[in-house]
């Protein structure tokens, strides 16, 4: 991993702030179902899932696709940009989990442009619909951010939201959350690196426990995240 300046490491930490108001706080990801089905009941369940879904869930083809984003956006080649953008929406499992890329997506996008006017030019060239992947690997790209660093950035964001849904749904305290995150730092430091390694005909996920759970979240009695 290269050096990351000050500004650049800023940035980085700005934009994979969980507070970023893009809408990620709304989301469980399927953990809603799954907590209130007794699946997950508490943090050791909770880790067990969240190594699993590093080890061989739609994370990793997530995160894949933000990398190849990245580097489309390097080379500004806007075909395969767009073709990755496609190809990720049409392997969302669910609609729940196709609205929530897009609706991330948007509202990242949008944010960036307001507070940032020079990147209108990249916020048109992505399009509507954008995945939020897509949007991250964007601007992390254009603000020269080392990849690796932004990929470790990515997937820790995702986990620490993850925690997050799960402190208020199980519930868990807010200290065990932060120590389950800071268990989970050499697992998200090997993610990284073989994610990083994929080849195009690699990316594949074993989720269906996700897609499941997804599915189902919409037919919950209660809800508190969005379906």
């Not at 089905?37 to 990793?60: C, F, H, M, P, T």
């Given at each position: 991993?290269?050096?990351?300046?000050?500004?650049?490491?800023?940035?980085?930490?700005?934009?994979?702030?969980?507070?970023?108001?893009?809408?990620?706080?709304?989301?469980?990801?399927?953990?809603?179902?799954?907590?209130e089905?007794?699946?997950?009941?508490?943090?050791?369940?909770?880790?067990?899932?969240?190594?699993?879904?590093?080890?061989?869930?739609?994370?990793?083809t997530e995160t894949a696709v933000m990398t190849r984003a990245f580097q489309a956006t390097q080379r500004l080649d806007l075909c395969t940009f767009k073709s990755w953008n496609n190809w990720f929406s049409a392997a969302r499992e669910t609609e729940e989990m196709r609205q929530q890329?897009?609706?991330?997506?948007?509202?990242?996008?949008?944010?960036?442009?307001?507070?940032?006017?020079?990147?209108?030019?990249?916020?048109?060239?992505?399009?509507?619909?954008?995945?939020?992947?897509?949007?991250?690997?964007?601007?992390t790209a254009y603000w020269e951010i080392d990849l690796t660093a932004a990929?470790?950035?990515?997937?820790?964001?995702?986990a620490l939201n993850l925690i997050n849904a799960a402190v208020k749904l199980i519930p868990l305290g807010q200290t065990t959350g932060q120590k389950?995150?800071?268990?989970?730092?050499?697992?998200?430091?090997?993610?990284?690196?073989?994610?990083?390694?994929l080849q195009d005909d690699d990316l594949c996920s074993c989720g269906w426990g996700l897609s499941l759970a997804s599915m189902n979240h919409e037919i919950l009695y209660t809800r508190l995240f969005r379906s």
């Open positions: 991993m290269t050096e990351l300046t000050s500004i650049k490491l800023l940035h980085l930490l700005q934009i994979s702030n969980s507070a970023l108001p893009i809408g990620a706080y709304s989301y469980s990801e399927g953990l809603e179902t799954l907590i089905l007794q699946i997950i009941k508490d943090a050791n369940d909770l880790k067990s899932w969240l190594i699993q879904e590093l080890k061989y869930g739609a994370i990793r890329s897009w609706q991330m997506g948007y509202s990242l996008l949008r944010l960036i442009e307001q507070i940032e006017p020079a990147t209108s030019h990249l916020v048109q060239a992505c399009g509507n619909p954008c995945n939020y992947a897509v949007a991250f690997g964007t601007i990929t470790l950035a990515y997937l820790q964001s995702w389950l995150l800071l268990d989970l730092n050499c697992i998200i430091t090997t993610a990284t690196e073989e994610i990083l390694d």
